[in-house]
């Protein structure tokens, strides 16, 4: 239900920025239900088949570089940019394992993501045997919490990152089922 609530709400706010002269009343005569929706999802595949080719990668490494150009723009660009590149790799290693940790403080417990260790200045002032950690919000996992904490702090789950992801999202609703070495035998 969240999935076509979502795609409902990009659709129709898509169909708004087409203007009026491109209805089927203006073009037909005849009202034609769902023809700006055609249009609106004509317009995302032709977008993504021009991204995709040759030219259109052209044209998207010419506007990277002009925003590259911009002060203020420069930074916020790259910095987003570089997170998205490293959370929606294909092959990327961004949330590398689901873990409990004690958050926000001690005695209650919330799921985090382990994101790697920390590194550079950080790694110096730092005990070793540290791990980074991000903490999702609910039911938002795109904002939330960057922790750096000792690796005897957490506790290591065997669920997936997408079954930790799906459990923080429905808030606790969605309840991940044990593996089946931990289940009792029935």
Known sequence: MVTVWVLVMLVSTLENLIPESFSANALFGVPIPGLRMLIVLAVLVLTG???????????????????????????????????GDSLLAPNGQAFRQAVLVQYPRLGVWTIALVTGAPGGETAQHLPDD???????????????FFLMMSRAEIKPLNMTVDTALKYIVSMGVVVPPLPLSSQEPR
């Open 130 to 144: 540290m791990v980074s950690v991000y903490v999702p919000t609910t039911p938002n996992p795109t904002s939330g």
């Open 49 to 83: 088949l021009f991204a995709a080719n040759f030219l259109g990668r052209s044209v998207v490494e010419q506007w990277e570089r002009l925003l590259g150009r911009i002060p203020l723009i420069r930074s916020i660009y790259k910095s987003v940019k570089q997170v």
